[in-house]
């Protein structure tokens, strides 16, 4: 993305139809332009491009197709905004979220050291949007990995357990 594009994106921010516009793309085409274009983010270290993206996707209004952007965001290699995207999903707390945070859970942190936060820290993120979500599903994840070998996972999956009981 170049800089003026950028910049001309950012103004318009909350204006996703003039974004769409300025961008030559369709409603029905920006989940595969957002994702293309966070691959050249990427691959660039263009971080500033990432945030735009990820401003351009809270604001799709299909709350359906906002939650699939941000879940292929998360599992995106070498995203380095998984606290945001994952804030954004606790928001949502779309169940379609459930099996991306499994994915996340499952691979480890090794591809989040950037944050420099530790395995519990990180945790914390996936608990608090899974227990948003409030499905049988994402519940029964909390639960599944409350039972980590990992013991920062399932001291904070144990945790949001007891959070979940308190707030019953």
Same mark, same amino acid.
């Given at each position: ?10 103004? /318009?921010? #909350?204006? =996703? ?8 793309? $369709?409603?029905? +085409?920006? %989940? ?18 990432? #945030? *735009?993206?990820?401003?351009? !996707? *809270?604001? *799709? ?13 998360? &599992?995106? =290699?070498?995203?380095?905004? #998984? ?9 949502? +707390?779309?169940?379609?979220? !459930? =099996? ?21 820290? &990180?945790? %914390?993120?996936?608990? /608090?949007?899974?227990?948003? @979500?409030?499905? =049988? ?14 013991? +920062? @996972?399932? $001291? ?13």
């Amino acid at each position: 993305m170049d800089k003026s594009l950028r910049m001309l994106l950012e103004q /318009h921010s #909350h204006n =996703p139809s003039k974004q769409y516009e300025l961008a030559g793309i $369709t409603a029905d +085409g920006i %989940k595969h332009y957002i994702l293309s274009e966070m691959q050249i983010a990427i691959a660039e270290d263009d971080w500033e491009a990432g #945030h *735009v993206l990820i401003a351009m !996707t *809270v604001d *799709v209004a299909n709350q359906k197709l906002r939650a699939d952007i941000l879940n292929n965001l998360l &599992i995106m =290699p070498g995203l380095t905004l #998984h606290q945001e995207v994952t804030r954004w999903i606790q928001d949502i +707390g779309h169940p379609s979220s !459930t =099996p991306y945070i499994r994915e996340m859970l499952e691979r480890g942190y090794d591809a989040l050291q950037y944050t420099a936060y530790s395995d519990e820290g &990180i945790t %914390k993120w996936f608990s /608090h949007a899974l227990s948003c @979500i409030d499905t =049988p599903e994402s519940i029964a994840l909390i639960r599944e990995f409350a039972s980590s070998p990992n013991t +920062g @996972i399932a $001291t904070q999956m144990r945790h949001r357990l007891k959070r979940i009981a308190e707030d019953d």
